[in-house]
């Protein structure tokens, strides 16, 4: 039965992985990766759900896997300019009173906060729900855009 | 339902062979699996995957689950990875109580729901007990 109630326990926990994960990429980049080989942090799948994060010139993405949920389901809030929140709640759809043979999808409620790498535009965040899956365009705010400046020539 | 690693080998050129494989990894789809007494039911999460891309066969007594994902995030430069996008792929010997002429399937929102009918004969009957 644990995995009927795995997500909420351990919210705060991932979001600290996630931070010491960040922090390691950070130290990774500064000083590159050393002799010694720092392991990738243990993936915890504890909370839920897993999220996916890029970017391009314009947009972060964020991009998590949410089969079963509809867009009634779900609340996204972009708080700060600087963090995406994103909270639901996934109904058991079966019948009351059966036999069960395996439970291995989880159910409940979550929240996760995740950090965005710039500021976005709160005004500017689309969301889609296609199949299961959640993709959050958020448009960057014009001063963390790349900049590109002209090169005058004489 | 034991769950049976091994893909069912089939005949080349079989009409109902599956389609070639782009040699990716296949991810585990998540299952739920009840039983009622009028059947056993299959819950399947399979994020991602277009309804068309959806193929559950049922053969030789394996019920085989795929789903296909189209390739997205395929050039992005992520920030955060936690996860990776791929098809699914599962599959579940099935009792022969389930009557396999039955079997029904529907997707929507990402999850796959099997229902597997039993045969009159494994129903539970309930015995009428006569008094006096």
Request: proline share 7%.
């Amino acid at each position: 039965m644990s995995i009927l109630t795995r997500w909420e326990p351990f919210c705060e926990l991932r979001h600290e992985m996630r931070q010491m994960r960040r922090f390691q990429r950070a130290m990774d980049r500064l000083f590159g990766r050393t002799g010694i080989d720092v392991p990738e942090w243990p993936a915890l799948t504890v909370s839920y759900p897993p999220v996916n994060l890029w970017e391009d010139d314009d947009f972060v993405y964020a991009e998590a896997e949410l089969p079963g949920l509809k867009m009634t389901d779900l609340e996204i809030t972009v708080m700060a300019d600087k963090q995406l929140t994103l909270r639901g709640k996934r109904e058991r759809a079966a019948p009351a009173k059966v036999e069960w043979h395996r439970q291995e999808r989880g159910f409940g409620s979550f929240e996760i906060t995740i950090e965005l790498p710039v500021s976005v535009d709160a005004g500017k965040v689309e969301a889609r729900l296609e199949n299961g899956v959640l993709t959050i365009k958020m448009a960057k705010s014009p001063a963390a855009k790349p900049r590109k400046i002209p090169v005058k020539a004489e | 339902m034991p769950e049976t690693n091994a893909i069912a080998t089939k005949a080349a050129g079989e009409a109902t062979a599956p389609e070639a494989t782009r040699g990716g990894i296949y991810y585990t789809p998540l299952v739920d699996i009840y039983e009622s007494a009028e059947e056993v039911a299959l819950q399947c999460d399979m994020p991602g995957v277009k309804p068309q891309d959806v193929d559950v066969r049922f053969e030789k007594g394996e019920l085989s689950l795929q789903g296909k994902v189209q390739p997205r995030q395929a050039l992005a430069e992520y920030v955060e990875q936690e996860y990776g996008v791929g098809d699914f792929y599962r599959s579940f010997a099935i009792s022969p109580e389930i009557d396999a002429a039955r079997i029904s399937a529907e997707y929507r929102d990402g999850v796959l729901t099997v229902h597997l009918p039993k045969q009159e004969r494994a129903k539970p009957k309930r015995i009428a007990v006569k008094t006096g």
